[in-house]
């Protein structure tokens, strides 16, 4: 990959390709060949963002495995977790963490990424044979189908920020509907971390996507975005129903 004049801007360490050395390749999804990779679109977008904010580009360059005994230190730890959003070091980090959210989605969605909300009653989970149809969905088309943050809530659930600022409406609209700051996250999330770098869903590849996209982050606010991805994550795969969890989705 180069910058404009030629300059050439290969991530010393990866892949020729770009790729995290070690990145797991070669997929058959519902029949389809799929060989993941780091796709260069997503990170001229990520260098861009960091150019703008002010701050280093420094992704990983290898792809690391998850340690399990560290895995289950961290879900138990999570698993004692106050919630105590009025704390003002809590407040700070989530906080911290939905403005710069909502600044990388605004970089995302101006480089011409199209999202829409998935509408499950008319057509289903348009990526139910794997989280992996996104990645192709986004490499392919420039476009995401989102899970909308009130759906998983129910329609009647109330939103208030002032316990949770990641659940504040944004100036953004998603298929007609105001979005909220949580609902960014999960298309920057899936844009910085699985798209960028083409690592998959399970616990191995949400700990390399924590890895990469906790690097486009203010130390205040990869607080907060560490204890919503890594840890968890680490709860899901590593806490008290890890076992079954790791055997679930692709």
Do not use: C
Request: net charge negative; no cysteine; glycine share 8%.
């Amino acid at each position: 990959m180069a910058l404009e004049g030629g300059q050439d801007q290969r991530i010393e360490g990866r892949e020729e390709d770009g790729s995290l050395t070690g990145l797991p390749r070669d997929f058959n999804i519902a029949g389809q060949q799929i060989r993941a990779s780091h796709w260069a679109p997503a990170e001229a977008v990520a260098r861009k963002y960091m150019a703008d904010a002010g701050l280093e580009y420094t992704p990983p360059v290898r792809y690391a495995k998850v340690d399990p005994e560290r895995a289950k230190r961290i879900a138990a730890e999570y698993d004692k977790l106050k919630h105590d959003p009025q704390n003002p070091q809590v407040k700070a980090a989530y906080e911290a963490l939905a403005r710069e959210t909502i600044a990388q989605y605004r970089a995302v969605i101006d480089s011409g990424l199209q999202v829409e909300f998935i509408d499950f009653a008319k057509q289903g989970d348009p990526y139910a044979a794997s989280p992996r149809l996104m990645t192709e969905d986004v490499r392919n088309n420039n476009h995401m189908w989102l899970f909308s943050t009130r759906d998983g809530f129910g329609s009647d659930a109330e939103f208030d920020p002032i316990d949770n600022p990641l659940l504040a409406e944004t100036e953004f609209t998603i298929s007609g509907q105001k979005a909220l700051v949580n609902d960014l996250f999960r298309v920057v999330h899936d844009y910085f971390g699985h798209v960028k770098e083409g690592v998959g869903f399970r616990a191995d590849g949400e700990e390399n996507t924590w890895r990469a996209h906790s690097s486009m982050f203010s130390p205040l606010a990869q607080r907060a975005l560490t204890t919503e991805t890594r840890g968890q994550n680490s709860w899901v795969n590593y806490g008290p129903h890890g076992e079954a969890n790791r055997k679930a989705g692709a």
